[in-house]
């Protein structure tokens, strides 16, 4: 059992940067591809980047392509998302999840996770 604990969020202004972390109280490691993904108010979660078991393969909603980064830290037990030039409709919930699928692949579809974070509030101001 693997539980997904979020930090980081906060208010920023248009064009400012935050660093989410997801801690998972269980192990980690390599076993497990991860993922964040989004939900602002009245619209449906939504995935925003993805990273491979190993680290070695990332992939990202277009719309967050060369200002969101994710990056993981096994040792740590931890998943990053590095936001860079955020905009007000950056604005949701953040969550994280993680996925036993046992293949270095990416997963991008909510029902291939297996565990979920509660979320941490990012709201963009501008």
């Known amino acids: 059992q693997v539980q997904l604990v979020e930090s980081g969020g906060g208010l920023v202004q248009a064009g400012g940067s935050l660093r989410l972390s997801c801690t998972a109280s269980g192990h980690l490691s390599s076993l497990y591809a991860l993922a964040w993904f989004r939900q602002a108010p009245g619209l449906e979660r939504e995935f925003v980047a993805a990273?491979?078991?190993?680290?070695?393969?990332?992939y990202y909603q277009d719309s967050v392509k060369g200002r969101f980064t994710i990056s993981r830290d096994n040792a740590k037990n931890t998943v990053y998302l590095q936001m860079n030039s955020l905009k007000p409709e950056d604005t949701a919930v953040y969550c994280c999840?993680?996925?036993?699928?046992?293949?270095?692949?990416?997963?991008?579809?909510?029902?291939?996770?297996?565990?979920w974070g509660q979320g941490t509030q990012v709201t963009v101001s501008s």
């Open positions: 999840a993680a996925t036993e699928r046992s293949n270095d692949y990416l997963y991008t579809k909510e029902y291939e996770f297996d565990y």
């Open positions: 990273v491979s078991r190993s680290g070695g393969y990332t």
